[in-house]
């Protein structure tokens, strides 16, 4: 459906060349610059049916549809976005959250919405254009809240963000035709993901993980805090990670890192030295953070800097 790259557009001309070629997949949606150096980016579409798959690779900046866009360009699509190495701000309704790395959001384009990524780093941004009537269900507003509310707790959210990887990966190796089958299970999945209940969508293992991520900044804080806190035995706690391949002391010690590259590459923190962000992230070991950063993410913190 598309494939455009800024290469060969003259500096002055490559942000409003990007803006030009997003018009037909990303309908009524217009991007904000917020650098002013060379915007080097490419743009990909693949579309099956209903179902257009993108890939936006450039500098950071953010996007924004309003009210005005909504009404001059009505469009009643959905887009599930995932970026596998940057973390994004989405300001819905006046709520603004921060989207981690690797966590699929689900964006209605029949409400405004303002989008942003770090400026100081290139992001790959990967969209799935979906009809707003998923598994014969019409999605309004408060499905896609629900969506994105079970997105990150519910072992079927997990494994909508795993088969979401896969999908971009597929496109990013030239198997365009195995990402497109691919997105039918992810449509799939998010219908799954509508019609749980919350006994069915949250497992035991999923509250555990919830009530440990507001807590990633405390050093102290222990599987006997998680086990005090919802008021069973450690044991208990521990065969919930084991049931699933994991540890607890493993598990935390990922998130932590996850947490420290986010704020790594936040603007917010640059004032702060790469230890006191550790610190700040629940690390106590300096060196030991540096050793297990490199490992997880094939890079030592100060690549992340702005």
């Known amino acids: ?27 009524g949606i217009r991007p904000h610059r917020t650098t002013t150096a060379d915007f080097d ?15 936006i690779r450039a500098p950071g900046h953010d996007a924004r549809r309003d009210g005005r866009m909504i009404s001059d360009k009505p469009d009643d699509a959905l887009f599930l976005n995932f970026s596998g190495n940057a973390a994004s701000t989405v300001e819905v309704g006046g709520r603004v959250g921060v989207v981690r790395a690797s966590t699929p959001v689900l964006l209605d384009n029949a409400r405004p919405f303002h989008l942003s990524f770090d400026p100081s780093r290139r992001f790959h941004l990967y969209s799935l254009r979906l009809p707003r009537v998923i598994g014969g269900r019409h999605v309004d507003a408060s499905a896609v ?29 030239g198997r365009t035709e195995v990402a497109g089958a691919m997105s039918g299970a992810v449509t799939a999945l998010i219908a799954v993901l509508l019609e749980a209940s919350d006994a069915d969508g949250v497992d035991r293992l999923s509250n555990y ?11 102290d804080f222990t599987v006997h805090e998680v086990a005090r806190l919802h008021r069973v035995s450690v044991r208990t706690v521990q065969a919930a990670f084991a049931g699933s391949g994991e540890t607890f002391t493993a598990w935390i010690a990922g998130e932590r890192l996850d947490l420290a590259r986010d704020r790594l590459s936040d603007p917010v923190w640059a004032c702060r030295s790469i230890e ?3 610190q700040a992230c629940g690390i106590r070991d300096a060196s030991g953070f540096h050793r297990a950063f490199r490992a997880r993410f094939g890079e030592s913190p100060g690549a992340f800097r702005p």
């Open 209 to 219: 993980k919830a009530t440990t991520s507001t807590h990633l900044e405390r050093a």
């Open 276 to 278: 006191r962000i550790a």
């Open 1 to 27: 459906m598309l494939d455009a790259s800024t290469t060969g557009y003259a500096s002055r001309e490559q942000f409003d060349y990007f803006c030009d070629v997003l018009c037909d997949v990303y309908l």
């Open 41 to 55: 980016a490419d743009v990909l579409a693949y579309r099956w049916g209903d179902v257009v798959l993108s890939r």
């Open 145 to 173: 809240a629900t969506v994105n509310e079970r997105m990150p707790r519910s072992r079927v959210g997990r494994q909508l963000a795993l088969q979401t990887r896969l999908m971009t990966a597929e496109l990013d190796a």
